[in-house]
């Protein structure tokens, strides 16, 4: 817990604001990652103590450069264990999420997760990139990229 603790702590400090059931609903998702890592190969086994720190504070912190607005239409490819797009779903209701995972075993894992958390704005896609969506108003991979089509990424 002593991670979790600090994620909040970090959050509060740089005034991140998150819907009031947002703790809850990570906590659900984080135990669910947790429970499942090695059957969906979500995350390396090693990474799973720091999932608090490497993965959910590192999806947050896209709030100190960017804010998801509602209505926005938000991509996040390559999704693997649904970081950040779960966490930035879970954070940014108002806004809709697609989670495009090429990796069968862990499209399904988000699917699931999904479902069982009742995430009405995550659409999850076992597709590539390339045969997701027209316009979207963020992507992200390792760059927050601004996409003008599918074909055409510009970096921000």
């Not at 490819?77 to 075993?105: D, H, M, Q, W």
């Not at 699931?112 to 045969?131: D, Q, T, W």
């Amino acid at each position: 817990m002593l991670q979790r603790d600090s994620v909040i702590k970090i959050c509060s400090e740089f005034k991140i604001s998150l819907p009031k059931y947002f703790w809850q609903k990570i906590d659900e998702y984080v135990n669910l990652i947790e429970g499942n890592a090695e059957k969906f190969g979500l995350v390396a086994l090693r990474e799973v103590e720091n999932l608090w720190r490497r993965h959910i504070l590192d999806s947050l912190a896209i709030f100190l450069f960017y804010e998801i607005e509602r209505g926005d239409n938000v991509l996040d490819y390559g999704s693997g264990g649904g970081f950040p797009g779960i966490v930035l779903a879970l954070a940014r209701p108002g806004a809709k999420f697609t989670l495009a995972e090429s990796n069968s075993k862990k499209a399904e894992f988000l699917k699931f997760a999904a479902e069982k958390m009742g995430l009405e704005n995550a659409k999850i896609l076992p597709n590539r990139v390339k045969s997701v969506l027209k316009k979207l108003v963020l992507v992200r991979k390792s760059w927050l990229i601004e996409c003008v089509d599918s074909e055409q990424f510009q970096v921000l």
